[in-house]
């Protein structure tokens, strides 16, 4: 029997580099006024090369990791969803990049995505562009909670 499950999210370095790339030229601006100021020139580069995963427990005391270069910097609990059901299918998105108040326009894309439902509540946990993956996690998920998987995949 699973115990455990542990989601590595995948995080876009568009993203990390939307919010990464200000933090380091903010932090190295206020580093030339004042040298006091060098080690949050760090934050932006390591914010650059971090993620989150998921660790979801057979008894409900779940978490989420926060992670730099790999390693463990913040972890704590937090509530999901009791699921009813694991599904897992392929979904559309959009984002938008900005940069303050400049939009350089929108995309659209589909990724494969594993939600749990509790009646008509939802919540995406994994969000990949390999289904078979994502089939694999779902399959984990449906074992861990001993509930049904719908698979959408088909």
Known sequence: MICQIDLNQEVPFAVKAQFGF????????LTYINVFFLPLLLFG??????????????????KVK???????????????????????????????SVLGF??????????????????NQNIIVYKSNNS???LRIGEGLSNLFEIELYNALK
């Open 102 to 119: 400049l939009e350089f326009g929108t995309s659209k894309y589909k990724s494969y995505v594993v939600k749990l439902f509790q009646g």
């Open 132 to 134: 078979e993956a994502v």
């Open 45 to 62: 580069v390591l914010f650059m090369f971090s993620g989150y995963s998921y660790v979801f427990k057979a008894d409900g005391c779940h």
């Open 66 to 96: 926060y992670k730099t270069f790999g390693f463990t910097v913040i972890e704590f609990n937090r509530q999901f969803l009791k699921p009813d059901y694991v599904s897992v299918f392929n979904q559309s998105f959009k984002q938008t």
């Open 22 to 29: 200000p933090l380091t030229v903010l932090f190295l601006c």
